[in-house]
Nanobody, 118 residues
Framework: QVQLVESGGGLVQAGGSLRLSCAAS????????MAWFRQAPGKERGFVAS????????NYTNSVKDRFTISRDNAKNAVYLQMNSLKPEDTAVYYC???????????WGQGTQVTVSS
């Protein structure tokens, strides 16, 4: 069992920045990687970025590469998403997810709304 609590969403003007946080609790020792996904209105949920817990290996979708940075603080069981140079197309509900071996991304946060205005 893993519980995820997100914070940091809000409204921001295009070109601005936001920092999303996700705190994990429960069986955090079993987490292999954590990730951020997002879902825009009328769109399928899509992958944004991921990071492995031990080695800190990161992966990004092309549309956010060089603008977003995912990081983790294992001592705090937390993962962050620093979002810079935000664009209106980044507007979506952002979800934190945890991956455990053999289970995939089976644990999700409640989602936090990010709205980028023109």
């Amino acid at each position: 069992q893993v519980q995820l609590v997100e914070s940091g969403g809000g409204l921001v003007q295009a070109g601005g920045s936001l920092r999303l946080s996700c705190a994990a609790s429960g069986r955090t020792f079993s987490i292999y990687a954590m990730a951020w996904f997002r879902q825009a209105p009328g769109k399928e949920r899509g992958f944004v970025a991921s990071i492995t817990r031990s080695a800190g290996i990161t992966n990004y979708t092309n549309s956010v590469k060089d603008r977003f940075t995912i990081s983790r603080d294992n001592a705090k069981n937390a993962v962050y998403l620093q979002m810079n140079s935000l664009k209106p197309e980044d507007t979506a509900v952002y979800y934190c997810a945890a991956l455990r071996p053999g289970e995939g991304y089976g644990y999700w946060g409640q989602g936090t709304q990010v709205t980028v205005s023109s």
